[in-house]
């Protein structure tokens, strides 16, 4: 997959994987991995930049006796995944427009 589509695309799961509820990295990267490859080595970098970005915030809570940091959605990561839902026509127009079968060509 193109990177920069994947990279995007990421971005999109790992705002979608905290949308109803607060969730930690390790959880994060179960969620995804069945939709699209992501290791730690990406998802933490993500994690920094939608939170520099301000669509993701993090907290620590003890769990086990260790601290785990936790995401929790903002509203401005609540309206990119809405945005994402809207533009998500124009991407099935463009993949019906590539995956078209047909040859016939109108020099009009």
Avoid at 51 to 67: F, P, Q
Wanted: net charge neutral; charged share 30%.
């Amino acid at each position: 997959m193109d990177v920069q589509l994947k990279r995007g695309l990421l971005d999109i799961c790992v705002l979608a994987s905290v949308k109803y509820r607060d969730s930690y990295g390790y959880r994060m990267i179960k969620d995804i991995r069945p939709y699209i490859t992501i290791s730690e080595s990406t998802l933490y970098p993500i994690l920094k930049r939608l939170e520099a970005v301000d669509m993701i915030t993090e907290y620590s809570k003890e769990h086990n006796g260790r601290l785990r940091k936790y995401y929790h959605i903002t509203d401005c990561g609540r309206q990119r995944l809405e945005d994402f839902c809207k533009e998500w026509d124009q991407l099935t127009a463009v993949y019906q427009y590539i995956m078209r079968g047909d040859d016939s060509y109108d020099e009009g």
